[in-house]
């Protein structure tokens, strides 16, 4: 909540910026323990030098809040879209803390020009993740998971080096991970949602990696598989019982 609180602290005040939160419905008794979700929004212009210093000196830009904010940074552009994304890879670059992942959502038809391949080519990230979530990319263990290549140990902002490469590739600078867009409209998204299916999930992982043992594995196995999966150790039981008991008689069955 702290770390929150700081963040409205250095909006509120600012005339060209615009704060909201907004909470899903409170139980009955009106009280809740949860922070409620701000979003905050402003604009930077990198047309000029006193822009960019500006913008460099913006608090949400610089510190990761570890909390329920969500940014909306305006990038002021003039001309073509190619000199709109020129804007946007330098705000990346020289404005945001930390070199670990972005991602970007564009249309198809927009992600195939010359003007985005030069973007995707001079992000200085380590993952860049098009039209998904680059935790997504993570999971991608024959892709690089780390920061920029140009990060140093004198100042590291994600770290130096790099994890996965399970296909052992050398001198690899960035993982660029693509999918189509799933929609020319925007997609709604309920934060507020139930969904018992990632509950279930969760609550399936914390257990095992809790107290980890192989009934704890199955139950991953099954909210991943579903409830079948059940039926293997059952199985597999099962035959153990007809094996034991097939010895048995066999052991006291009189000689012939």
Known sequence: QARVDRF???????????????????????????????????????????????????????????????????????????????????????????????????????????????AYQDLQYGTIALNFWTGAAFSMSFGIWGGAPNET????????GHVNNVLFLTNADKFVARKPCLSETPIPLDITAPRPALTATSKAFAKYIIQPSLLHFVGVLAVLVGPA???????????VAVGISYYIRSTKRPPG
């Not at 804007?87 to 564009?106: A, F, H, K, P, R």
């Not at 140990?153 to 130096?160: I, K, L, P, S, Y």
């Not at 999966?229 to 035959?239: D, K, M, N, S, T």
């Open 153 to 160: 140990v004198e100042d590291a902002q994600t770290g130096v």
């Open 229 to 239: 999966i059940y039926l293997v150790p059952a199985g597999f039981l099962g035959l």
């Open 8 to 118: 409205r602290e250095h909006y509120e005040a600012a005339e060209a910026s615009t704060i909201s939160s907004w909470m899903g419905k409170l139980p009955a008794s009106g009280k809740s323990n949860h922070i409620p979700l701000t979003a905050i929004h402003f604009e930077v212009d990198l047309s000029t030098q006193e822009g960019k210093e500006a913008a460099k000196q913006q608090y949400a830009l610089r510190t990761e809040v570890f909390g329920p904010v969500l940014i909306f940074c305006t990038v002021k552009a003039h001309g073509t879209p190619e000199n709109y994304m020129e804007q946007v890879v330098e705000l990346c670059n020289d404005c945001i803390y930390g070199t670990l992942s972005c991602s970007i959502m564009v249309q198809d038809h927009v992600a195939e020009e010359p003007y985005m391949e030069r």
